[in-house]
DNA sequence: CACTTGTTTAGAATCATTATAAACTACATA
DNA sequence: TATGTAGTTTATAATGATTCTAAACAAGTG
């Protein structure tokens, strides 16, 4: 299995949940947006025993420790995750509630000017809000 | 007072408790940001009769709506508002869990390439992660 | 195989937020 | 000033996402 050695070098034991989670996560074309509760229907469709939801709650924060998810920044109910890792940001559609991917070249380059002393950049996420 | 044609204007009645969480908002020298929780605080301190949290969340989410609230997107376990609604953006600072504004003019001009359909951008929102 | 440590699990607990419905109040109109 | 009504406040219950718990289980090492 492709994902075992994945994990075993993350320090993650590749368990049989965690291998069926990165199949329903990775092995797909496109990379996607997702809550734990519809991760939790797309695994129901997809496998046939059942992962229990604090598994999935576990394995999805320890792939995000690993740089495997990222949380996107949105204000919900629900925390948003994303299997796409790049450096990208994000629309979101106001009336439909939904997130669509903005690619880091569909933006012009961002210059943060001002400086915090002793910190430094991690990250800069863009959202750019949709109305009809 | 100040804040009774505010509330009228915008078809909101002015009642004592809107007319405190008005004071307790927007009678300071400086914008800031807060949680319901952490208003709730405030209030405390600042008024002698009690708010229930009820109308608080009911206030708060009346102002946004309004425009004189605005609601910040990042992902915590409580939802964080800025008195700030002017256009601007901000740092996180992950280790202290703590905002800090970010004005425009911080921030060089940003350009959003990619259109969608029938939608128009109703806000730009950045959010630079800090780590130490 | 035996041991240790990490993992899974169901269910309980937590905590922010929202709903409920009864009491209350602003305010227009008589 | 009194009255009606629509909007507000309130305590409390309900909801729902997330985290905790602690017991059963599984992976990896020797």
Redesign the interface.
Known sequence: MKYIEKLRNSGLRPTKQRLQICEVLFDTEKTFHFTINELNQKIKNQINNKISLATIYNTVHAFEKKGYLK?????SNQ?YFDTNVSHHHH?Y??KDEKL?D??N??????????K?N???????????????
């Open positions: 949380q996107i920044p949105i204000n925390t629309f559609d106001l669509i903005l690619e070249s569909d933006v012009g380059p961002i210059n943060i000017l001002k915090i002793g910190k430094k950049i991690k990250s800069v996420e863009v959202l750019v809000k949709l109305e009809d």
